[in-house]
């Protein structure tokens, strides 16, 4: 089975829970969505097909325990399923950040899924699939990013409505230079928000770019 791969790179993780650590990002080609502040444009079209096999032997060059699956979108290739199956089997450590468009209940139990609920001003919360708040494990994590002080009024609003953060850790994180981070750090201390604020480690460390 092939799979089309944008980019296969080592680098250290700059978001969710696993920030800081070494690992090796597979990037599939391909999303159905057009987020308004995406940083990932690039990886719509073009990449390779590879196969499976192939994919695991380079993720195994790096010598690193954890993998994380993105895009893209990589839900929107069915082989991605079996991908995320076959980097468990071999022992990684293995987590998916998807856009939350498309259904995650079929995805192994053993991965870490890393699931983007859309705000108002992202330009895709009609596609969020409200179902997927259902399947969340206590090992996933949800992920508000987040435009504007509106969107962060929406995203408290959504966390309480569906208790999110009683069923795994919640990430709220601004979009790189749209919202000062020490404002948003502010109002999730004056609500006490149950969330963890994040900023993007990896364009801290290098900026905007590919493979990084």
């Given at each position: 089975m092939k799979l089309k791969i944008h980019e296969i790179?080592?680098?250290?993780?700059?978001?969710?829970?696993?920030?800081?650590?070494?690992?090796?990002?597979?990037?599939?080609?391909?999303?159905?969505?057009?987020?308004?502040y995406c940083d990932t444009a690039y990886a719509f079209s073009g990449g390779s097909n590879i196969e499976i096999s192939d994919i695991?032997?380079?993720?195994?060059d790096y010598g690193t325990k954890y993998v994380t699956v993105t895009g893209g979108e990589p839900l929107a290739q069915k082989g991605c399923l079996v991908l995320l199956q076959n980097l468990c089997d071999a022992g990684y450590s293995v987590s998916l950040e998807t856009g939350g468009a498309i259904d995650i209940s079929p995805v192994d139990k053993r991965v870490s899924v890393i699931l983007d609920v859309k705000t108002p001003d992202?330009?895709?919360?009609?596609?969020?699939?409200w179902s997927n708040l259902e399947h969340l494990k206590q090992t996933d994590e949800v992920k508000f990013v987040l435009c504007s002080r509106a969107d962060y009024v929406w995203a408290k609003e959504i966390l309480n409505k569906h208790h999110?953060?009683?069923?795994?850790?919640?990430l709220f994180s601004p979009v790189y230079s749209q919202i000062n981070p020490t404002d948003l750090a502010g109002w999730v201390l004056e609500d006490k928000l149950p969330v963890r604020m994040q900023v993007q480690l990896h364009k801290i460390l290098w900026g905007e770019k590919p493979g990084v």
């Open positions: 790179f080592y680098s250290l993780q700059g978001e969710s829970s696993r920030v800081g650590l070494p690992t090796v990002f597979v990037r599939l080609t391909g999303c159905p969505m057009r987020c308004v695991l032997a380079k993720v195994a992202s330009g895709e919360v009609a596609n969020n699939v999110i953060a009683d069923k795994c850790p919640v």
